[in-house]
């Protein structure tokens, strides 16, 4: 992107015309900018949960939460469903 130099305003129109949903552009660049997500969460989780994590507020991202099943966890040992039911309470 950086390479194509875009001026304001032409950011959703760059993600169309390489083929990118733009809401998806924009869920990879919150991921992308969310510092507890490092290389080792990025292996091993896919988009959906990434995506989860980096929406949680900040101090929810690295503490840990009990899960439905009773079991202590970090967002990034939690599954989808944990996360997003996480959400529903905050």
């Known amino acids: 992107m950086k390479e194509n ?4 305003g032409e950011f959703g129109k ?3 015309k390489v083929d990118i949903n733009q809401r ?4 990879m660049i919150k991921i ?3 510092p507890e ?3 080792s969460t990025y292996t091993h ?3 959906r949960a990434l995506n989860e994590i ?4 900040e101090p929810e991202r690295t503490k840990e939460h009990v899960t439905s099943k009773g079991e202590t966890k970090t967002p990034d040992e939690m599954t989808n469903r944990s996360i997003r ?3 529903s309470t905050l």
């Open 5 to 8: 130099d875009l001026v304001y």
């Open 85 to 87: 039911s996480k959400l």
């Open 14 to 16: 760059w993600f169309e």
């Open 32 to 34: 992308f900018d969310t």
């Open 54 to 57: 980096a929406t949680l507020p």
């Open 37 to 39: 997500l490092n290389a």
């Open 45 to 47: 989780l896919g988009a």
């Open 24 to 27: 998806v552009a924009q869920q």
